[in-house]
């Protein structure tokens, strides 16, 4: 077989050859993957969603936070690959937030034109009631959660 290479051995040395071979494969160490369970990396994601939420909010701004949160989605496809989803994941983990009732759907299409900072852009919309534990402590005030992100836009 190894002649079509270029390489010609004698009978011999392919047979110890072959058993080289595979007595040094039976002595590689098996190493086992330890894999991210699916219920993890969502939640991961949510906690970043959370967190990027906290961190986006106007700490003047006192009011209750509104019913839909927007992510740009630049910024979720980001957090999620940060989270271990693969490019080619994402539209199933989209749908996987629209069947758990995270997101705001709009004719079919995960993402919404929403402004943010004055800009259409597009973002996934959050519900706020379905979000609240996992926006961070921090952006807990009295009563009902604290104030409006700088991600909030105007419909």
Do not use: W
Not at 41 to 48: A, H, K, P
Not at 95 to 111: D, H, Q
Not at 117 to 145: M, N, W
């Amino acid at each position: 077989k190894f002649m079509r290479y270029g390489v010609a051995f004698s009978k011999i040395v392919t047979f110890e050859l072959k058993a080289k071979i595979h007595e040094v494969y039976l002595q590689l160490p098996i190493k086992y993957i330890e894999s991210v369970s699916e219920q993890d990396r969502m939640t991961d994601l949510l906690y970043s969603v959370g967190e990027y939420i906290a961190a986006a909010r106007d700490k003047k701004d006192t009011g209750p936070l509104p019913e839909l949160l927007y992510v740009p989605v630049s910024e979720f496809n980001e957090m999620a690959k940060d989270c271990g989803y693969k490019e080619f994941e994402i539209k199933d983990l989209r749908e996987e937030l629209k069947s758990n009732g995270l997101i705001r759907v709009n004719g079919g299409r995960y993402a919404i034109v929403a402004r943010i900072k004055d800009k259409p852009t597009r973002a996934i919309a959050f519900f706020h009631d379905k979000l609240k534990k996992y926006i961070q402590e921090s952006c807990v005030v009295e009563g009902e959660k604290g104030a409006e992100t700088a991600s909030q836009g105007e419909q």
